[in-house]
Each structure stands twice: as C-alpha cells, then as structure tokens.
C-alpha cells in the first residue's frame, strides 16, 4: 500500500537538533528507494485567499523539488477515480496513487496565513 502524507511539510531527521540559522537553510535530502515518484494533489482552498490553494501547492511543489532531490513529483487529479475537489478520504488517496504509480501521495487543505513578526509585509507562513 502506498504512503499517504496529509501536508508535508518536515525537516529531516538530522536537522531537529541543528542550531535554529542551520534549520532556516534549505537542505537537499537525497531519497533512497522507494520513494522515487510522489503524487502532489491540489490543495484544497478553504480561506478567502483568491486561488489560495493552487498558490500554497505551487510554492509546496518548489519547495519539495528543491528538498527531496532526486524524486519526481506528479500532479495527482483526483478527478480521474470519479472524486471532486476537496480533501481525500483514505481509500480514495489509496486509489489515486495506485492510478499515478505513486510511492506518496501529498494532500491537504490551505485554511489561509498568518502574519508573524509585526505588520505587513512581514514574513507569512502557511497554516
């Protein structure tokens, strides 16, 4: 059965304990089999943000390319197994990535941002 990841978004392992300046570095973490091919759904947009969540699964799918060298990531459309936009149910992420021969499959929902750090345009991070 394939791996199914609900909103991705980790540093690895090693980085945890680093001091927080090495967490802040982007980091290529080099995949050893199986996971060679993922599955990106489009992220379900449940805020006010104007295509909210095709805009987090894009800078999502940069940002996992850039991380996780060495795999390749496929636009997943549920609607192929007969499923509508929004959040997948188990079975449903099951079907999905056997239909794309996925080892992973990325889904999730973008519920808006927040403003950290004071006022605008200060730093935004997804949540």
Same mark, same amino acid.
């Given at each position: 059965?394939? +791996? ?5 978004? &980790?540093?690895?392992?090693? *980085?945890?304990? $680093?001091?927080?300046?090495? %967490?802040?570095? /982007? ?36 940002? +996992? ?5 060495? &795999?390749?990531?496929?636009? *997943?459309?549920? $609607?192929?197994?007969?499923? %509508?936009?929004? /959040? ?40």
């Amino acid at each position: 059965m394939p +791996l199914i990841l609900l909103a991705l978004i &980790a540093l690895p392992a090693h *980085a945890k304990d $680093a001091p927080p300046a090495a %967490k802040d570095a /982007p980091a290529a973490v080099h995949l050893d089999a199986p996971y060679t091919r993922i599955g990106v759904v489009l992220f379900y947009n449940d805020s006010r943000i104007r295509d909210g969540g095709v805009k987090f699964t894009d800078i999502l799918l940069g940002r +996992l390319s850039v991380r996780l060298a060495g &795999a390749e990531f496929v636009l *997943a459309d549920p $609607a192929v197994i007969g499923v %509508k936009y929004g /959040p997948l149910q188990p079975d449903e992420a099951a079907n999905l990535a056997q239909h794309y021969k996925v080892q992973a499959l990325v889904d999730g929902i973008f519920s808006g941002i927040e403003i950290v750090g004071g006022t605008w345009p200060s730093q935004a991070t997804a949540v």
